[in-house]
């Protein structure tokens, strides 16, 4: 397949799902689907069809222990139906057990996308109206806006210091002419990402369309750069051998004597420079001549803090401790995952943040009424949860379908539903829970039983029906929001 761009705040349409999973690294979705406990319908139905390590959320699941879900939503206009599959996903994470935590991306609109203040208020309380509506939890969950929220913005300042300008505009296209502020509220959905983990290092799930995965990527990257991942690798060999527990503890006290213990590392770079590059070499050979890995310093203070000659120094010992990991791991039959396990308490011990890597599940874009993808600028392409029930019915039966050009062909050779909208509209909505309804729609369509108008006018009654449903629940939830105090302006 030709290269698929994923731009985060493009238009581009991906034709071919499939490119994805070899450009960029996202798995099928459907060889984990059987190990899902109760899979939500758009699982079921492969909407949801793609993920990265979302394993480590199943296990979490499975295994009862802690996990968390966060979506952020851009107020840029009325939240449509396109957006109900990530309320979903949101809230049916929030009913297995997760942490779960919506924002409003609101420093993001005003900077990516010029909305003011004002209008983004507004649209900031439609989006936080219908996922309240649609069973979201605002006691279990969590709900906040980007700017009000000083901790991530903290946390979004430390990871500024991983990232740098070459690296965005490589991801994003970011040019001389991109604003600063932009680039800020970048690295402040960074922290949105994982931000559920600061307390403690959890599996954590972004439910996303593709076009989002450079977002997704950067912080997988970036959540690894603020590990001390020297102390991630070093005891891959602690299942191997419990009694290299003591050895952890050795190698720790003995880089601390050092000074280059974790945390220290970039004040002895300071204080000691190039002068004393012996000295941290020694460490380590006297921890390798001791059988025992070396205990790696961020390398997230070279860049920063090391000259040149400490620099290369550093690298070397590293490249040195990468050997002597590769060695481990071919003598024994080593256990990663416990390793990590054990290197991240060790880390978040001593006052690092742990984070695993973010997980992430892909979504299908639902395909526009009039065809094409469903846009929030174009009104006919996409029904709101706000249009008038009416309104909304009329679009549905306005819709383009995959039909054929005479009843009498679709009696014949059955109707596409694979290339239909309205079919979408059954399948991501309108059939709910209720896997039969969405298969015998398929069925009688593919069978020719089914034809357009019918078939479109049944697709509008259920839309104005689920409209008129929705908004008597937003109507609801307005007391709830309005208890909820979240501040509407930074
Ligand atoms: Fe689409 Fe329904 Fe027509 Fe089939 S019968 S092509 S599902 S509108």
């Known amino acids: 397949a030709d290269s698929v761009a994923l731009d985060p705040w493009g238009s581009s349409t991906i034709a071919d799902y499939r490119a994805l999973f070899e450009e960029f690294g996202i798995e099928a979705f459907e060889e984990l689907l059987p190990?899902?406990?109760?899979?939500?319908?758009?699982?079921?139905?492969?909407?949801?069809?793609?993920?990265?390590?979302?394993?480590?959320?199943?296990?979490?699941?499975?295994?009862?222990?802690?996990?968390?879900?966060?979506?952020?939503?851009m107020p840029t206009g009325d939240p449509h139906i396109g957006h109900k599959l990530v309320f979903d996903e949101l809230i049916w994470h929030q009913q297995q057990g997760g942490d779960t935590y919506a924002l409003i991306a609101d420093l993001e609109a005003h900077s990516a996308r010029g909305l003011s203040w004002?209008?983004?208020?507004?649209?900031?309380?439609?989006?936080?109206?219908?996922?309240?509506?649609?069973?979201?939890?605002?006691?279990?969950?969590?709900?906040?806006?980007?700017s009000e929220h000083r901790e991530v913005q903290d946390l979004s300042f430390e990871l500024g210091i991983e990232a740098n300008f070459s690296e965005l505009g490589a991801i994003y296209g970011f040019d001389g002419e991109t604003d600063v502020s932009h680039m800020q509220s970048v690295v402040t959905q960074m922290a949105d990402i994982l931000y559920p983990q600061l307390e403690s290092p959890k599996p954590t799930v972004i439910p996303v369309g593709p076009d989002q995965d450079?977002?997704?990527?950067?912080?997988?990257?970036l959540a690894t750069r603020m590990r001390y991942f020297g102390v991630t690798t070093a005891y891959a060999s602690f299942e191997a051998d419990p009694a290299e527990l003591a050895h952890v503890e050795a190698a720790y006290e003995a880089l601390a004597d050092e000074q280059v213990r974790c945390g220290d590392a970039a004040d002895w770079l300071e204080t000691h420079g190039e002068a004393d590059q012996p000295g941290l070499a020694g460490a380590i050979e006297k921890l390798q001549a001791a059988g025992q890995e070396p205990l790696r310093p961020r390398v997230r203070f070279l860049d920063r803090n090391a000259t040149e000659t400490a620099?290369?120094?550093?690298?070397?010992?590293?490249?040195?401790?990468?050997?002597?990991?590769?060695?481990?791991?071919?003598?024994?039959?080593?256990?990663?995952?416990?390793?990590?396990?054990?290197?991240?308490?060790?880390?978040?011990?001593?006052?690092?943040?742990g984070f695993i890597r973010p997980s992430s599940i892909y979504h299908r874009f639902m395909t526009g009424l009039t065809g094409g993808k469903?846009?929030?600028?174009?009104?006919?392409?996409?029904?709101?949860?706000?249009?008038?029930?009416?309104?909304?019915?009329?679009?549905?039966?306005?819709?383009?379908?995959?039909?054929?050009?005479?009843?009498?062909?679709?009696?014949?050779?059955?109707?596409?539903?694979?290339?239909?909208?309205?079919?979408?509209?059954?399948?991501?909505?309108?059939?709910?829970?209720?896997?039969?309804?969405?298969?015998?729609?398929?069925?009688?369509?593919?069978?020719?039983?089914?034809?357009?108008?019918?078939?479109?006018?049944?697709?509008?009654?259920?839309?104005?029906?689920?409209?008129?449903?929705?908004?008597?629940?937003r109507e609801q939830m307005r007391p709830v929001l309005e208890d909820l105090e979240i501040e509407v302006r930074p």
Do not use: W
């Open 374 to 473: 469903m846009s929030s600028s174009i009104p006919a392409s996409h029904i709101s949860l706000l249009d008038d029930p009416e309104e909304g019915a009329d679009k549905v039966r306005a819709g383009t379908t995959g039909g054929r050009e005479t009843a009498a062909e679709q009696r014949e050779l059955g109707g596409r539903p694979d290339e239909c909208p309205i079919y979408e509209l059954y399948a991501y909505l309108l059939a709910g829970d209720d896997d039969s309804y969405a298969e015998r729609v398929y069925e009688e369509c593919t069978a020719g039983d089914r034809l357009c108008g019918a078939c479109k006018a049944e697709a509008a009654e259920e839309m104005e029906t689920f409209l008129a449903d929705h908004q008597e629940r």
């Open 35 to 73: 190990s899902v406990p109760t899979p939500h319908y758009l699982m079921r139905r492969a909407i949801i069809f793609g993920h990265r390590d979302y394993d480590r959320v199943i296990e979490a699941m499975r295994e009862d222990e802690p996990f968390a879900a966060l979506s952020g939503f």
């Open 118 to 146: 004002d209008e983004i208020d507004e649209h900031a309380e439609d989006y936080l109206l219908s996922l309240l509506a649609f069973g979201f939890d605002p006691e279990a969950g969590t709900l906040y806006r980007q």
């Open 214 to 221: 450079p977002h997704i990527r950067l912080a997988r990257d």
């Open 311 to 353: 620099f290369e120094a550093l690298i070397e010992a590293i490249d040195g401790e990468k050997r002597v990991y590769d060695e481990h791991v071919d003598a024994f039959d080593l256990d990663h995952e416990a390793a990590e396990r054990l290197a991240r308490e060790i880390e978040v011990e001593n006052g690092g943040y």
